[in-house]
Nanobody
């Protein structure tokens, strides 16, 4: 299983970005998807997760109401829609996949990780 994240970039505060994570393999529908981020000098932290069935989502408090995670089984791609971005959202964002997971915040749930994509929020 390979994951390819994309969609990062430079955006002004209050702006929006949509990150994509394309997953190889024919069993995408059986994977939970998670997004994590790591800012300079800080530890990697959970951002959002989506259960393998797509029936439940989990968000970090810092992004609730602003970010939305989703997955498209037909395109074998997960998304992270980020609105009302703040400078504190600046980080490298990583996507991850876990077999039949629930999309929780523990990195241990996710066996597969993509490379990061840089998100910079600045005026």
């Amino acid at each position: 299983v390979q994951l390819q994240a994309s969609g990062g970039g430079l955006v002004q505060p209050g702006g929006s970005l949509r990150l994509s994570c394309e997953v190889s393999g024919r069993t995408f529908s059986m994977y939970s998807m998670g997004w994590f981020r790591q800012a300079p000098g800080k530890e990697r932290e959970f951002v959002a997760g989506n259960s393998w069935s797509g029936g439940s989502t989990t968000y970090a408090e810092a992004v609730k109401g602003r970010f939305t995670i989703s997955k498209d089984n037909a395109k074998t791609t997960a998304y992270l829609q980020m609105n009302s971005l703040k400078p504190d959202d600046t980080a490298v964002y990583y996507c991850a996949a876990g077999w039949r997971g629930l999309g929780y915040s523990s990195p241990a749930e996710y066996a597969y990780w993509g490379q990061g994509t840089q998100v910079t929020v600045s005026s």
